[in-house]
């Protein structure tokens, strides 16, 4: 059974920083992808940004310049290092893993960027 554990959410004032972790139950090698998605309230779930297994990084144009995907293999961990915070990023932001067919998603860590 995989799971995901995100963590590094919390309140932080427009134009600051947050580095949110992704740890994965066993190795990240086995997933072809992993990412980063969010939602804002009364939103539907967008995509933030992802990265595969051979590096690959996609980001959502909202978040380009500012946001930054990156992967510890030996940690088993996935990071989204958010500068230049603005309120818009306000939201849940859950890991996702890709193996094959299947999608696998972290219960969400809280993001809040006050103006």
């Known amino acids: 059974q995989v799971q995901l554990v995100e963590s590094g959410g919390g309140l932080v004032q427009a134009g600051g920083s947050l580095r949110l972790s992704c740890a994965a139950s066993?190795?990240?090698?086995?997933?072809?992808?992993m990412g980063w998605y969010r939602q804002a309230p009364g939103k539907q779930r967008e995509l933030v940004a992802t990265?595969?297994?051979?590096?690959?990084?996609n980001y959502a144009d909202s978040v380009k310049g500012r946001f930054t995907i990156s992967r510890d293999n030996a940690k088993n961990t996935v990071y989204l290092q958010m500068n230049s915070l603005k309120p818009e990023d306000t939201g849940v932001y859950y890991c996702?893993?890709?193996?094959?067919?299947?999608?696998?998603w972290g219960k969400g860590t809280l993001v809040t960027v006050s103006s």
């Open positions: 990265i595969t297994s051979g590096g690959f990084t």
């Open positions: 066993g190795s990240i090698f086995s997933f072809n992808a």
């Open positions: 996702n893993a890709v193996r094959e067919w299947l999608n696998y």
